[in-house]
């Protein structure tokens, strides 16, 4: 059985993670619990962080907090001097509300609003990545408006297709995000900026998909960019001083998945740069890369009680637990694969084939097709491994579901950081009929 970061077996055969007995976890705080091995993500942060030191390369690793958005989140990543890539109002509020450091937020998203763009200046935070024509226009108007800077950087699609799922490649041509670097887009884009007396353009910017092994697909990106950099430089003489390669550097999930170290990521692209910097006599710009997957994915476990136990003969044994895709759309909505384990009984033969349901009315709501475990009895807590990225930040409250409560555990401590949701939650938007359908009172 693979085991994640801190991850062990105690003598009472529970899993522990940070020092912690699951068992207890789920005593504590209930089930369905997503618990985040907190040194693990450190220890990820600094793998990016230390390559870059290591070349002496200026450098800025931003969370890609899609991934994973929480207030406590936010505050580890700040410690560890992570700058922050958000996508909405919401995230960026969070982060607010995190007191992250403002300039080192970068606001991301294909449709950003007015109202999203005014909050990002009323907060003067370090970078907006500029996705579309309508947001230079909305941007022009908001700085020259208030007479404020701010920096920007151009998301760009290099027209390289990564190897991963269809629905998370976004570096292809036919995209929603960013400008197209092949067909003019992105020059125009350029010109639009140029010169401006208050938005400040520091560089060019890519994210190519998710969930990708391959470092060939982030050399494609990097030369794509760094050639329209050259390029521009002896058009118009402007030189870039930012080159963000965004994130997507994949993560095991289960034995199939063979992930790089994430030095090897950032390496390749490194001696992209440094050796086109050099063929151009061009200024090493500094690299600015945004994981989410890779800090948080395999941090995080979720914890859930088994329920019913239903045989289907000669078919399978479906297991079902107290969450499902309400709390983890991922095995629905992309076929994701993950890995479980008897939680409160790590020693016990995992040999069980069972298929994990959720308990959520339909029928594709299925969080492992075959996994192995313990003889499964009602009660037991199952571990699905692996859930720390794009779970709860893509959960839902379908069939009413509360959304789970998440714990940080490290070095033997434990902390609730986001409560369980209660019922009077689930509730808490509605509004009683008040004239629209209600019996007229003759
Ligand atoms: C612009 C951008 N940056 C970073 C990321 C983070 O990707 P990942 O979680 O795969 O590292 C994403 C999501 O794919 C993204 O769209
Ligand atoms: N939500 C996707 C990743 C999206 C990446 C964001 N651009 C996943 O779970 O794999």
């Known amino acids: 059985m693979y085991l994640y970061g801190t991850q062990t077996v105690n003598e009472k055969g529970h899993l522990t993670i940070g020092g912690v007995d699951t068992v207890d976890l789920a005593h504590i705080y209930g089930t369905p619990l997503l618990v985040y091995d907190i040194a693990l993500f450190k220890e990820r942060a600094a793998a990016f962080q230390e390559t870059f030191k290591k070349a002496g390369i200026q450098a800025q690793v931003a969370y890609a907090s899609k991934a994973f958005s929480s207030i406590a989140i936010y505050e580890v990543a700040a410690q560890l001097g992570l700058s922050l890539d958000v996508v909405s109002g919401g995230e960026l509020h969070t982060a ?36 579309n024509f309508h947001e230079i226009e909305m941007i022009k108007e908001i700085s020259e408006a208030r007479k404020e800077k701010m920096n920007v950087l151009l998301r760009v699609t290099p027209g390289v297709h990564a190897s991963t799922h269809d629905y998370i490649t976004t570096g292809q041509e036919d995209s929603k995000f960013g400008f197209d670097l092949k067909n003019g887009q992105t020059d125009d884009a350029f010109l639009k900026l140029h010169n401006h007396p208050y938005i400040q353009l520091l560089g060019m910017h890519c994210h190519i998909g998710s969930q ?22 002896q058009k118009f003489k402007f030189t870039c001083s930012v080159l963000n390669l965004g994130g997507g550097f994949g993560i095991r999930y289960t034995a199939e998945d063979e992930p790089l170290h994430p030095s090897k990521y950032v390496e390749e692209m490194e001696s992209t740069v440094l050796s086109m910097a050099r063929t151009y006599n061009y200024p090493l710009p500094e690299i600015w890369i945004e994981p989410g997957r890779s800090l948080v994915g395999d941090a995080g476990t979720t914890i859930y009680t088994i329920g019913s136990t239903k045989e289907v003969p000669n078919i399978r044994t479906y297991v079902s637990v107290d969450g499902g895709m309400s709390d983890n759309i991922r095995p629905a909505l992309y076929g994701a694969k993950y890995s479980a384990a008897s939680a409160n009984r790590m020693l016990d033969p995992h040999s069980d084939k069972v298929t994990i349901a959720g308990k959520c009315c339909e029928s594709g709501d299925k969080l492992i097709e075959e996994a192995f475990i313990a003889q499964p009895v009602e009660g037991d807590l199952l571990a699905i491994f692996c859930t720390g990225a794009y779970t709860y930040s893509m959960a839902s409250n379908y069939n009413r ?33 008040q004239k629209i359908g209600r019996e007229q009172s003759k």
């Open 96 to 131: 607010v509300a995190a007191n992250f450091p403002r300039e080192k937020i970068h606001f991301h998203g294909n449709n950003k609003s007015y109202t999203e763009l005014q909050y990002a200046f009323d907060e003067k935070i370090g970078c907006i990545v500029l996705d």
């Open 212 to 233: 990708i092994f391959e470092t060939e697909a982030f050399r494609l990106a990097a030369e794509a960019l760094m050639t329209k950099m050259v390029e521009w430089r």
């Open 401 to 433: 579901l509360p959304k789970p409560a998440i714990v940080f555990c490290e070095d033997g401590q434990h902390q609730l950081v986001v409560r369980r949701e209660t019922y009077e939650d689930i509730i808490r938007l509605d509004i009683p009929l």
